[in-house]
């Protein structure tokens, strides 16, 4: 399949777009592309079976802003009803402009959980494991598990729901909800604890090599003064025009000595790599796509911002704006699907081979 | 229980609503820029109307951010300000020692002095009697206090229509007594959205420009809608990601 760090570029490639462009043009070619890299790459893991309630929860997030925006934002031309003014929030005039940016923030909220979970469903979990910096690979190993376990949850759930239909159990209200959550919690923190023995028992955490107490304190020490030289420096850049240059170079060392504590710290860490994931052409075919892409967006957004941005209330027109060339780019990020057969090829034939 | 509590909900917003006037009536507004010039509308509602609905409908060129984490924020009157989105809103107002953003005030009706408003333009509701001030400055300094609703609003005369006046006050006159010339422009129904409301001009010796009345102010964003030809390349770019789809769950 692709390789790890081609899957995160593409990540970043769509993730960017769909956070930055409040646009319901743009944000829908996201969502086609995403949907056709699933379609292609992610039906077949085991992750990839969740998509459905990855969308549902969409859906349902995507139906709950719209009546969030149309309710509290009170300006616009086009009014669908009024409600009394001198009600707390909600009391005023209600608009078509405000339902419409409800809908496409919902609309934006919605792509950026689709793009995450086409991501989550094509890359590999062991990889990208093992592509976590050497600092991080504790907090990699309790993401990668706890990502994995989530569509086991999703079975279990259904299991539970099953069995205490059998026992008679009806769902009414949210107070049925707890014969359901109950054992769903017991039996995903056994499950936790059974995996965290067997990691033990298999000599898991004991590459890290021990640290005294002196190299901790004076971490902890280096830490904390490049966290508070890079707080300083932000907010000096912030809020002080003037001492730009002084908060620039505290900014820059702050970050720098974060950098080195965090090399510092992952020196202990030893791994054996003896199996490395191969680079293909088809990787760098799709990085090179996913910068492209962030190439564009950003060249649109210091050339024609106007076409990126939608804004219905007045004055702005009602219809959204699109750029051709955003959206040419954006089409871009489905290409992982057209290299798909070559990659899906090849895991096949190795399957067949071990 | 939560039946009754929703309907007594309901009945305390109904009852408070009829039990204030929420009539038609007239809002002052008064805009005062950098250099001391000072315009002044006086504009026709039909209730409560928030601080933004209300420059919007006076005409003028305001370029305002309805999606920042502060609320509907004003950016630029007439030219005066900052070109949101290209610059920040509050691009004179970034740190450093000065700071001068359109400060918002406003006065009750029948009140004595003018107030900072602790809400901003999408929540304030400015009521009938009472005038609106937007001023160009560093928060500090309100409009004068000669600029009462009655100065503002000419009293209602005999006629049937009432007169709207544009009154320009230059920074130098002690009184409010100067001439004003009085314009009655009754806007047509059927190009206004909302008929109810009468917009006014300033009148043309006022070294203001005129403003149409039927469209709505130009910023730099577009202000006409994009014709549907533009819209054809996403048509075919979202088609073919659908056939793709499809055509990919198909085959395997």
Not at chain 1, 227 to 248: E, K, T
Not at chain 1, 283 to 309: E, F, N, Q, R, Y
Request: charge should be positive.
């Amino acid at each position: 399949m692709f390789h790890t760090l081609s899957w995160l570029a593409w990540l970043v490639a769509a993730a960017v777009p769909a956070f930055t462009l409040r646009n319901p043009l743009y944000s829908a070619l996201i969502l086609g592309a995403a949907w056709v890299v699933y379609t292609a790459l992610g039906r077949s893991t085991l992750v990839g079976s969740s998509w459905g309630s990855f969308v549902k929860l969409g859906f349902f997030l995507f139906a709950l802003t719209i009546p969030f925006n149309a309710l509290s934002i009170h300006i616009g031309q086009i009014v669908l009803f009024s409600l009394p003014p001198n009600w707390p929030i909600i009391g005023g005039k209600i608009t078509l402009e405000a339902v419409i940016a409800g809908a496409v923030n919902g609309l934006a909220l919605f792509t950026i959980l689709v793009v995450f979970a086409a991501f989550n469903a094509v890359v590999d979990h062991y990889q990208l494991l093992r592509a976590t910096p050497a600092f991080l690979f504790q907090a990699g190993v309790v993401i990668s598990i706890a990502i994995t376990f989530v569509p086991q949850m999703v079975l279990s759930a259904k299991e539970i729901r099953q069995a205490q239909r059998i026992r008679g159990h009806r769902f009414r209200g949210l107070r049925d909800l707890l014969p359901l959550v109950m054992p769903l919690l017991a039996g995903g923190l056994e499950r936790a604890i059974q995996l965290a023995e067997t990691m033990e028992a298999r000599g898991f955490g004991s590459a890290v090599r021990p640290r005294s107490r002196r190299e901790t304190l004076a971490a902890q020490a280096g830490m904390l003064v490049a966290l508070l030289a890079l707080l300083i420096g932000l907010s000096v850049v912030a809020f002080s025009g003037q001492r730009r240059v002084w908060g620039g170079a505290l900014i820059a060392f702050g970050g720098a000595g974060l950098l080195f504590l965090f090399w510092l710290q992952g020196r202990g860490v030893q791994q054996t790599r003896y199996r490395r994931p191969r680079w293909h052409a088809r990787d760098t075919v799709v990085a090179l796509a996913g910068g492209i892409v962030l190439a564009v967006v950003i060249a649109a957004k210091a050339t024609a911002p106007a076409t990126l941005s939608y804004n219905p209330y007045p004055p702005n027109p009602l219809m959204p704006p699109f750029n051709p060339w955003v959206g040419a780019a954006l089409l871009l990020l489905a290409l992982p699907a057209l290299l798909a057969p070559a990659a899906v090829g090849e895991q096949g034939a190795r399957a067949d081979g071990n | 229980m939560r039946l009754l509590a929703l309907s007594l909900l309901i009945a305390s917003g109904w009852l408070s609503s009829a039990l204030r006037s929420d009539e038609p009536g007239r809002v002052g507004l008064v805009i005062r820029f950098e250099d001391g010039r000072v315009e002044t509308f006086c504009l026709e509602v039909e209730g409560e109307v928030t601080g933004a609905d209300l420059l919007l409908r006076s005409g003028l060129d305001v370029v305002m951010d309805t999606a920042s984490s502060m609320g509907v924020t004003i950016c630029r009157i007439e030219g005066q300000g900052c070109d949101f989105p290209a610059e920040h809103c509050f691009c004179r107002c970034m740190g450093g020692s000065d700071c001068a953003y359109w400060n918002y005030f406003y006065r009750e009706p029948g009140g004595d002095t003018w107030t900072y408003s602790n809400l901003g333009a999408g929540v304030h509701k400015a009521e009938v009697g009472s005038v609106e001030a937007w001023v160009w400055g560093d928060g500090h300094t309100p409009p004068s206090d000669d600029l009462t609703f009655e100065a503002v609003c000419a009293a209602p005369t005999h006629t049937p229509t009432p007169s709207p006046t544009a009154t320009t006050f230059p920074t130098s006159a002690p009184t409010a007594t100067s001439p004003r010339p009085t314009t009655t422009l009754p806007l047509p129904a059927t190009t206004s959205p909302r008929p109810t409301t009468t917009l006014l001009l300033p009148t043309p010796n006022l070294p203001t420009t005129n403003l149409p009345t039927t469209n709505l102010p130009t910023t730099n964003l577009p202000t006409t809608n994009p014709s549907p030809a533009d819209y054809w390349p996403f048509a075919l770019a979202l088609l073919a990601l659908i056939a793709a789809a499809l055509v990919i769950r198909r085959r395997t």
